[in-house]
Every structure is written in C-alpha cells, then in structure tokens.
C-alpha cells in the first residue's frame, strides 16, 4: 500500500500531521478527536467542542491542536485509528459519535485521559465505575438519547393515537440496542401496541428495513438513537417520506432535516462541555475526579410542512410543549 492511500485510510488528517509533530516538539499539547462520523458531516458539534475548548483556555492551532480521526460509518476502523492516536502519544483522547469508539479507546490505553460524548448509560456500559467518581483515566458527558425510546413512543402515538403496530429501526451493531429494545418493548406492552424490530447496520439494509416495514403495514416508526443513523440522516428522512411513514427520531436536528418530529437532549451542549473538560485535564485535572455530566434540557421538535404532507393534524397539546414548530 501507498503512504498516500495508508494516510488517507488512517482517517484523513494529513495536513493536521505536520503541525501536530511541531507541537510535541514544542509542548503544546495534541488531542486526538475520534468520531465514527464522515469528516464535515458534524460542523456544529466541532464547532460546539473547540468553542468550550477555547473557554477553558486552548485554542487549536494557537496553543493546542486537535488531531481528527474520522471512521467514517465504518466500525471496524475504529481499533485502528485510536492505536494511531496512542502512538502518536496524544494529551488526551476524545471519542464520539457512538461507543463502540469508546470502548475502543477504553481498550488501547489505560493511561492517556479519555473525554466522551455518549448517548447510553456510561455506568450500565462500563465506561465508568460511577458518574459522581468515574475512576480511571475515563470521563464524559452523557445525554441519554438511547433511555428515551419510550417517551419517544408516547408522543408518536399522541399524534397518530390510532396506530396498532409501530416499527423500530435499530443497529444491531451499537451496543445499546439491545438495552433500547428491551426498554420499548415494555412501553409498547403497556400501551397494548406491537412492535416490529428491523435491523439495519449499512445504507443497503435501511432500505431493506424500510420496504420490510411497508411490506408488514407498519403504522408509524421509531429510529433509535444511533449514531449510523445520525450519518444516514437524509436517506431515512427520505424513505420515511417515501412511503409516508410518521417517524419519530432521536435528535431534534432530522425534524430541520425534514422528518416529522424529533426528541432528546443538546447535543450540542454536549460538545461543548466535552471542550471544556478536555481543557480542565490538559490543565491538569484528572479525569476520574470529573464526574460525568448529565442532561438537563430536553429538546423536542415538529415539523408541521411533513405532518401537513401525511396528512396528519398536530395535536394542540404537542404544539404546546415544542421547543421549535417547523412550517
């Protein structure tokens, strides 16, 4: 293999290589940023993260740089990319964007700090040993999207009260799946509805998912909180459009992006509280006295223009406790 094709594999940051080799040498600190994402697919959370960098005082490029690893919706790239991060002995590593990227982390060094953004239970995960006391060289913040399912659920079938049978798109891939499943197979149960489970782990079995989903009369749909998914976005929205399937997401952001509503906390303020805790460790906290953060704002968005589109009227109840009404 080509140096060149070898770089580009390893997760696209050869222009940041040079600056960073000149920043050891001078003492400024590197952090290696880990995502499973595709590069440029997240400018708000990078933004969000450099901006609580800055705020607790490093600047990249002026007195810190940041290392990017981009696994691009590929899972088994990721063992390889946080062992490039430990070789290049980095001050502090974070991982986003889904915690097989954590775990990844958590495998490769027990040493270099680790700062995570995760939607699971990091305590239930074995991230941590507690979120008050964390221990080792592991802490993060935690927003809980994979726990909301069936609040998710509830306000679904407040717009579409009539639906028997709903759908759930997971990633059988993610960890938390299992978790997720388990959870809203009890909501369902206690609202007397039916579930269909449909796996998808590339872009070709989403659309696989969804024809099985026409193909079982499938009422509405629920897209659990996956960070594939998250990357796919647009090919959900579409297919949900599509076949004119009330959908229910994770994220506030796929109701902009066209799908009808979206539920879960800031993920923005998630990046950004991870920014200023990678600064407090470069300025010498240690990470298993930083006890992770937890949600505190719950963010819940309706796009009317798709509700108008499925013919669906929006409940004045729904309307009334929206963050952010789409028209």
Known sequence: MRRREFIKGIGGSTVAWPLAARAQQSAIPV????????????????????DGLSEAGFVDGRNAVIEYRWAESHYDRLPVLVADLVRRQVAVIVATFGDVGILAAKAATSTIPIVFTTGSDPVRSGFVESLNRPGGNVTGISFFTTGLLAKRLGLLLELVPGVTSVGVLVNPINPESKTQVEDILDAARERSRRLHIVNASTESEIDVAFRSLVEQRIGALLVSADPFFTTQRAQIVTLAARYAIPTSYGRRDFANAG????????VIDAYHQAGIYTGRILKGDKPGDLPVLQPTKFEFAINLKTAKTLGLTVPPGLLAIADEVIE
């Open 31 to 50: 952090i290696g940023f880990l995502s499973l994402a595709l590069p440029n697919t997240a400018p708000l959370q990078i933004q969000a993260f450099r």
């Open 259 to 266: 799908g009808l509503m979206g539920y879960g906390t800031s």
